[in-house]
């Protein structure tokens, strides 16, 4: 999308919500990146994130400057997603080896280029000292909250990545608001706080502590994202059944993948229907802003996936923002938005061309 077509789409969202110089001095960060999904979701445009972009890509790693999708596209994603994962350990690199201090840098450079930044945090097991996928110990979550000590770790957790998010802050000093997207995919079997390790109760007190944390320790630069992953039984019913309330997300995300399997297409269009169709009726009914949280195809093995697959989805279902997973440079076959060289890079560019896609460049149209 051109940025006069951007701004011709804004004009009368933004003008008509216009405020004065003390309502918007009186507004907090998150309040504030709140302000800028509404006017996407009200305009009926969808913002592109992909995560990790900025730190390495198909063929490369910490480059200045670089992006597979820039690179294919001229332009940085709306939205970059990065990950807290092992920050509760003092690790300096997270999971996927990116430096937490090159995180932080990024993340400063993409509010200045316009961007919106977002984070997941796939931490270790506090029961078993495992990764996130480790469900070994049965129950994890009722464990947790039956153990003093294993809840005090978990909120001493908490707090820092409480701290890394309080202590965003642009070159004036102020903090950087962000979307916050933990506790994501529970309705699946394979995270430590998902369906099978603890009660409904359980994940909401999980929602609950995570927020008494950060507001005891006054973070106010945090969207709050809640994202189930894929429903193939009762769609809505599966989506709101952990729902922890209204005073605690902001946004109805849904996590719903595209996999090589036989009969794919219809299969996602009905994992689709019954999650993200959840996600929008939910955003409807409790006055949210919905989005695609996560999603994608695994090493791209077609050439029009973004146009003839992602797109209908998008119009189907008007959701704020749409993110895809990284392109990794050291796993195999791990890359979900087309690079320098890959077959569907004209595809993507048709994506990024459409009125309906909004990139980082766009973005400054909505501050």
């Known amino acids: 999308m051109t940025i006069a077509a ?3 789409i804004f004009a009368t969202t933004l003008c008509s919500g216009k405020k004065n110089v003390a309502e918007q001095a009186a507004e907090t ?9 509404t006017a996407l979701s009200d305009s009926g445009l969808t913002a592109f994130g992909h995560h990790d972009d900025t730190a390495y890509g198909r063929y490369w790693e910490y480059q200045p400057d670089s992006s597979d999708v820039k690179n294919v596209c001229g332009d940085y994603p709306a939205i970059i997603n990065w990950d807290l994962g092992w920050i509760e350990t003092g690790a300096e690199k997270q999971l996927d080896g990116v430096p937490f201090d090159f995180m932080r840098e990024e993340i400063v450079r993409h509010d200045a280029r316009g961007g919106i930044n977002s984070l997941s945090w796939h931490l270790l097991n506090p029961v078993t000292g495992g990764d996130s996928w ?22 001493r957790w908490i707090g820092l990545t409480a701290d890394f998010i309080g202590n965003l802050r642009d070159a004036d000093g102020n903090r950087i608001p962000v979307m916050y997207r933990p506790w994501h995919e529970h309705t699946g079997e394979w995270f430590w706080w998902g ?87 939910a955003a409807r009914e409790h006055g949210k802003i919905a989005a695609l949280s996560e999603t994608g195809f695994e090493s791209l093995p077609v050439d029009d996936w973004y146009m003839n697959t992602l797109m ?48 980082a460049r766009e973005m400054n149209e909505i501050r």
């Open 6 to 8: 951007c701004a011709a």
């Open 29 to 37: 960060p998150a309040e504030v990146l709140l302000g800028r999904l």
């Open 134 to 155: 480790d469900t070994s110990c049965d129950s994890t979550l009722t464990r947790i909250f039956a153990d003093k000590a294993l809840t005090d770790t978990l909120t």
């Open 195 to 281: 369906i099978n390790e603890g009660t409904p109760e359980d994940y909401k007190n999980l929602w609950k502590l995570t927020r008494k944390v950060f507001d005891e320790k006054g973070i106010d630069n945090v969207v709050w994202v809640y994202s189930p992953d894929k429903s193939n039984v009762n769609g809505y019913d599966d989506y709101i059944s952990r729902y922890p309330g209204d005073e605690y997300v902001d946004v109805m995300g849904a996590d719903v993948y595209y996999f090589d399997e036989p009969d794919s297409g219809r299969i996602f269009t009905e994992r689709i229907d019954k999650t993200l169709g959840a996600a929008v009726r």
């Open 312 to 359: 209908p989805v998008l119009e189907k279902y008007p959701v704020a923002f749409v993110t895809v997973w990284r392109n990794s440079n050291t796993k195999p076959n791990h890359w979900y938005a087309p690079y320098s060289g890959h077959p569907g890079e004209a595809d993507f560019r048709a994506f990024h061309d459409s009125p309906r896609t909004v990139f």
